[in-house]
């Protein structure tokens, strides 16, 4: 844990990473510590990784490598997956336009009130230090995140691909007007910000970077 001087109050916690692979866990624990061992999951990732890590280089291949989808679960209309404008699901409503609010603010407040969709933003990457490793992913239900979406993307596109970024979860903690302490952590992704592992990684073959395997595992906090 760490406090960032002169700014808001920042904690910075380790990286669990998840996988199905046990070649992949194994490889994982040994570029970035921890031990791997099973837990309990329905899905795939049976494997987690609780790293040393609470800063990990990755490679974005631009905006592609971002998605932002809008998600009320629950039944009839309360059952509601959009891109902020039209329908994703249900399948009979896809592409027709779901009614959400313009505004990330009203759209907040539709949520607040159970009347609208919170957001669920996927990054996919690679790891810039075991690109071989193939494609992981993050998955974030902030809205603090989805708001800083846009700058992301214009980050990306002004920068290389596949860009060199750094992952981090920040904790934000403050206190409402009513007294109440609140925290809670995002995603941040520093884009190209790390010289020595962007060297690092231009002298590994290109081709070993190029096709991610199919295999899939999830980062997280
Ligand atoms: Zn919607």
Known sequence: MARQRGGSPTALSTWRITTGDH?????????????????????????EVLTRRDRVPVLLDGE????????????????HVCDGTRFLEPAAARGSVCG??????DRKAAAKAGRGPTPEARLRFRLADLPELGAFSLTSTSWDFAEELP???????????????VLQYELVEFATLSGIDVSYRKPVVEVGRCASVAARSRT???????????RDAQLQW
């Open 151 to 165: 700058t992301l993307v214009g980050a990306l596109n002004a920068a290389d691909t596949p860009a060199l970024c």
């Open 204 to 214: 590994r073959p290109r081709a070993d970077r190029a096709v991610p395997r199919p």
């Open 64 to 79: 592609a490598s971002i998605s932002l989808r809008m998600l009320m679960r629950g039944t009839g209309e309360a059952f």
């Open 100 to 105: 959400c609010p313009a505004g990330l603010a």
């Open 23 to 47: 070649a992949v866990a194994d490889t994982l624990a040994s570029s970035y510590g921890g031990i791997p061992h099973l837990w309990e999951t329905n899905g795939g990732h049976s494997i």
